[in-house]
Each structure stands twice: as C-alpha cells, then as structure tokens.
C-alpha cells in the first residue's frame, strides 16, 4: 500500500494552506504568469488558464495520491487571496525524509509569506507526521530562496554543481535555458527546535531551486 499525506488543511496567524480549487485557476494562471517563476521553475511559459486548469483537477492531486509529496495553495487567512504556494515532493516514506520547495506571488512578495508558510508546513511534518529530514534546493543565484532557507533554520550542507536548469531572458526577449549549481539544504527536528528556542524568532516575522520544476 503507498504511504500518501492526509488530505490537510494549515493555518498560521496570517494564512491559510490547503489543497486548491477549481476557483483557484485564474488566479494560479496569474502568479504562474511572472518573470520571477519564469527565471526559477520551469512552468511552462506563458501560463494559461488551461494549464491552471489541468494542474488543479490532476496533476497537484496526483501529487498526494500516488504518494510523492503534497501540493498547498497558500491564501491570506482575511483576505483569502492566494498569495503563494508550497510543495512536498521526492518524498522518501522509508527514512521520512521530504524536499520543500516555494513561490510567492508578485503581489505579495515581501510580506514574508514564503518563511510562514514553509515554517508552518516543516512544522506540521516533524510534529504530526513523523518525519526526520526536510531537504530545500535552492539555484546558485536565487539569495531570496536562500534567504528563506536561513530564515527557518536550515542547515547549508553542500553545492550540487551544474546539477539544475534555469531561464535567462535574452536581449531579444526570449527565454533561455541555462545551467546552474544547486545548494543543498536541510532541516532536522533539532534545528527547529533550537531555532524557536530563541525568543527573537517568531513567525509573524518571517519573511527554491523550485520544487516547481516538476509541474507541467
């Protein structure tokens, strides 16, 4: 029998994650939509609807189903705007270890959504759901996902080189392949332990190469 993650919805303060809806899709087509997501995932470009579509009725489902990881959209708790998104995927239920992987939209980048979502969601995993091991990849280039990482606690254990793919725009406008070195990070219970030990670290004030890569 696979070993899949409940079907879960988390709050933090500020969000709300959980599984998308069909009344996701324009919005989703929008944040996918953006230069940013474009540089550091490989979603296909321009993002329609029709791929939102398709990514909300099977293949974010498939995710959990099938057993690979889990995918949440990340919506204001007032709002219920979706301001981002978070990923499990690669999971490995014998040694329970996961990788993490994150977007924000361009509306609500700087708020620190990214750091409280992905806190909340590493969290849920080391107290609810038995795991040892989140593992966040980030591009060579990408200090805002290395921020992140940093932000929760994550230990920087090494570089992957040449081991991923990114796009550049070219001066004509297009979009590039290029090549890049990956930074491997982790996260451990005892990581998160320390770091909320420390009474400056609070998750209202929080604030990869991407999970992402994997959505078509």
């Known amino acids: 029998m696979t070993s899949i993650f409940p079907d879960v919805s988390l709050s933090t303060e500020r969000l ?8 996701d899709a324009s919005a989703l087509a929008e944040m996918m939509d953006d230069e940013l997501v474009t540089a550091w995932t490989q979603v296909p470009q321009p993002y329609s609807a029709e791929a939102a579509r398709e990514f909300i009725a099977r293949a974010a489902p498939a995710e959990r189903t099938e057993g690979r990881g889990l995918v949440l959209a990340v919506t204001e708790f007032l709002t219920q705007r979706l301001v981002g998104a978070v990923q499990l995927q690669n999971t490995d239920w014998r040694i329970r270890g996961t990788e993490i992987g994150y977007l924000t939209a361009s509306w609500a980048r700087g708020e620190g959504y990214a750091s409280e979502s992905v806190l909340a969601v590493c969290r849920w995993l080391f107290d609810h759901q038995g795991f040892e091991r989140i593992e966040l990849r980030t ?6 996902s290395q921020q992140v990482a940093q932000k929760i606690g994550c230990v920087s254990e090494g570089v992957l080189r040449n081991a991923g793919i990114v796009r550049s725009q070219t001066e004509d406008g297009r979009w590039a392949e290029i090549r890049t070195d990956l930074l491997v990070w982790s996260l451990l219970p005892e990581d998160l332990d320390e770091r909320l030990s420390d009474s400056s670290t609070a998750v209202g004030a929080y604030d ?3 999970a992402y890569a994997d959505w078509r």
């Open 16 to 23: 709300v994650l959980r599984a998308y809806d069909e009344e």
């Open 208 to 210: 990869s190469y991407n």
């Open 139 to 144: 591009a060579a280039d990408n200090t805002a």
